[in-house]
Structures are given as C-alpha cells and as structure tokens.
C-alpha cells in the first residue's frame, strides 16, 4: 500500500516545474503561517477574530494549498505582526 507523502510526491514530480514552485511556495507559507500562530500562542480563531474573518476563511488560508493573493498575504502579515515572505534583492 502506498503512503500519502509518496502518493504526494509521484502526483507533484508528474506537475510542471511552474505548479511544483507554486506548491511548494504556498506550503513553506502556510509553515510560516503555523509556525508564528504557535509562537505568538494563537490559534486561527485568534487570528481570524484579529482579522474580521470568518474562521473558515482563515482555516482555508491555513490546510491544504490556497491560493493566497499579495493582499492575503498582506493582511496575514499585518495581523501577525511578522512578514511571511521576503523578496530578496
């Protein structure tokens, strides 16, 4: 029987190299996003509260790979209190 990360992975490595980045893009930021939530002691109901969103919203922004838009990213960023990403020069 196969595993889910090997599912994953045969399933992304049959994708174009422009859908594996944006994949990887918006997991390394969901990261981000869970990774500020437990340092800041939040949870998403928190952050949704913070941000005038629903928690459904915020929870689709968090679990599998949305579609996050430049102002998500920025009204994410904002409510944090801490960038998600970073353009490098």
Do not use: C, H, Y
Request: cysteine-free; overall charge positive; aromatic content about 4%.
């Amino acid at each position: 029987m196969i595993n889910k990360q090997d599912w994953f992975n045969a399933k992304l490595s049959s994708v174009s190299p422009e859908i594996q980045t944006e994949i990887q893009l918006s997991a390394d930021i969901i990261a981000r996003i869970d990774s500020i939530l437990k340092e800041k002691n939040m949870s998403q109901r928190d952050l949704a509260r913070k941000m005038g969103k629903s928690e459904a919203v915020v929870s689709r922004w968090t679990t599998g790979f949305p579609n996050l838009t430049l102002r998500s990213i920025a009204e994410l960023s904002t409510a944090l209190g801490e960038p998600l990403i970073q353009v490098t020069k």
